[in-house]
T-cell receptor
Framework: GAGVSQTPSNKVTEKGKYVELRCDPISGHTALYWYRQSLGQGPEFLIY????????DSGLPNDRFFAVRPEGSVSTLKIQRTERGDSAVYLCASSLDGNQPQHFGDGTRLSIL | AQSVTQLDSHVSVSEGTPVLLRCNYS??????LFWYVQHPNKGLQLLLK??????LVKGINGFEAEFKKSETSFHLTKPSAHMSDAAEYFC???????????FGAGTRLTVKP
């Protein structure tokens, strides 16, 4: 079956712009996670959704970052006033519920010029 | 707080020889432990997981890992490396619901012909 799908696969934009990154989880998965992976490092947790609500957003680095999941399926990670330090691969994962292993998408590579 | 330390940033082996990727964890509670693999420009794939059942866990592609509480270790092994095993490997710890996952910095495995 289809896995976790992330779009776009690559995004290049200028400093100060607004970006949206999309994640389509595996059908039926109630839990959805966003991570950020900087070059040469492991993924860092950003936010976790159970259904439509953000159950844990403690990993969001500042108020420029926001994520939504209005219908409990597709999620969008939004970054305002982008900075060069936001450049990274943004990974999305989903799981059947909060107790099951996470399945990852291929990520969106974000480059801020 | 829970965390993992991957003791080697880079491991190089010859094809057909054993693989050992080392991971130590720190957790105040009974942890769940995972190994994920990441091929270039690809998302993370779950290799195996430990969730307090058998201490020797068998995963996909011939990998296995042994949970040793006395040593707080969860090393990943494979008897015979294949060229296709070349990738980045991440050790991950979670406590309770796996919305709280912490990744190690990763170990890059190189397989020489």
């Amino acid at each position: 079956g289809a896995g976790v799908s992330q779009t776009p696969s690559n995004k290049v934009t200028e400093k100060g712009k607004y970006v949206e990154l999309r994640c389509d989880p595996i059908s039926g998965h109630t839990a959805l996670y966003w991570y950020r992976q900087s070059l040469g490092q492991g993924p860092e947790f950003l936010i976790y959704f159970q259904g439509t609500g953000a159950a844990d957003d403690s990993g969001l680095p500042n108020d420029r970052f926001f994520a939504v999941r209005p219908e409990g399926s597709v999620s969008t990670l939004k970054i305002q006033r982008t900075e060069r330090g936001d450049s990274a691969v943004y990974l999305c994962a989903s799981s059947l519920d909060g107790n099951q292993p996470q399945h990852f998408g291929d990520g969106t590579r974000l480059s801020i010029l | 707080a829970q965390s993992v330390t991957q003791l080697d940033s880079h491991v190089s082996v010859s094809e057909g020889t054993p693989v050992l990727l080392r991971c130590n964890y720190s957790s105040s509670y009974s942890p769940s432990l995972f190994w994920y693999v990441q091929h270039p420009n690809k998302g993370l794939q779950l290799l195996l997981k430990y969730t307090s059942a058998a201490t020797l866990v068998k995963g996909i592609n011939g990998f296995e890992a042994e949970f040793k509480k006395s040593e707080t270790s969860f090393h990943l092994t494979k008897p015979s490396a294949h060229m296709s095993d070349a990738a980045e490997y991440f050790c991950v710890v979670s406590v309770g619901n796996n919305n709280d996952m912490r990744f190690g910095a990763g170990t890059r495995l190189t397989v020489k012909p």
